[in-house]
């Protein structure tokens, strides 16, 4: 098993700046893509920003400029800085792990875990 652990977020005024942070505790090995997702009540959760094993980030256009997502494979960590924060940003932010293992008896398994969220606050 995988478990997730968010810190950071807060309250802060429009055009500033926090970072989050996601550490990844136990099974790390089978930790494959990891990221952020962000939902606000009422809508769908969206994709904010994912980055591979090999670094590579994947952005949603709306935070495109804004927002840097960074890993640690050797402390499974991801880090997400936001800046130039807006109020459209406002949200609880979920870290996410996409995990890849094998059961004891051979059989393959594909498990996205979830962090308990964190919320962000933008004021005007």
């Known amino acids: 098993q995988v478990e997730l652990v968010e810190s950071g977020g807060g309250l802060v005024q429009a055009g500033g700046s926090l970072r989050l942070s996601c550490a990844g505790s136990g099974r790390v090995s089978s930790i494959n893509d990891m990221g952020w997702y962000r939902q606000v009540p009422g809508k769908e959760r969206e994709m904010v920003a994912v980055v591979n094993k090999g670094g590579v980030p994947n952005y949603a256009d709306s935070v495109k400029g804004r927002f840097t997502i960074s890993r640690d494979n050797t402390k499974s960590t991801v880090h997400l800085q936001m800046s130039s924060l807006k109020p459209d940003d406002t949200a609880v932010y979920y870290c996410?792990?996409?995990?890849?293992?094998?059961?004891?008896?051979?059989?393959?398994?594909?498990?996205?875990?979830w962090g308990q969220g964190a919320q962000v606050t933008v004021s005007s």
């Open positions: 996410v792990a996409d995990l890849f293992y094998y059961t004891d008896s051979g059989e393959p398994v594909v498990h996205r875990k």
